[in-house]
């Protein structure tokens, strides 16, 4: 599998993972017109440029999906059983249209589960940050991991 299994997690641990999004205004508009979200900072550049933004802001549902999107990859893909929860979201700053997210996650804490010998669970944080470095979006997320399967290294 190409994601980390439990055993192959420390706490401290630090990944940057090299995949990049560019957001588009195609992918902001859809996703709130998908999700029923009417907001006219997403959705009306007229609105928007009176703003203190001056132009439209992306959808921050978008930007959160975006993020751990990106981290599949390298951390999850076939190696996760569940998402158990989502806390401490922050968006310091904005995301526009052709801004390209990157992440670096943090592993801060793991502990064996108390009913399931063949798992772990994992709170990471995940810092989205835009092409200049800028964070533009930061959550804390508990994960659900298998461990190595018996025989397993």
Known sequence: MAGKYYDDLHVGMKI?????????????????????????????QDVAEKTAFGQR???GIFTLGVVVGITVGDLTQGTIVANLGYE??????PVFHGDTIYVETEVLDMRESRSRPDVGIVKLKHLGL???????????????????PQGDP
Not at 32 to 41: A, C, E, G, I, K
Not at 88 to 93: A, N
């Open 16 to 44: 940057r993972h090299a995949l990049g999004r560019t957001i588009t205004e195609m992918d902001n508009v859809l996703f709130s017109t998908l999700t029923m979200n009417p907001q006219p900072l997403h959705l009306n």
């Open 130 to 148: 835009n092409q200049h470095g800028d964070v533009v979006v930061e959550v804390v997320r508990t994960v659900m991991f298998l461990k190595h």
């Open 57 to 59: 802001i992306v959808n």
């Open 88 to 93: 401490k979201v922050v968006h310091p700053r």
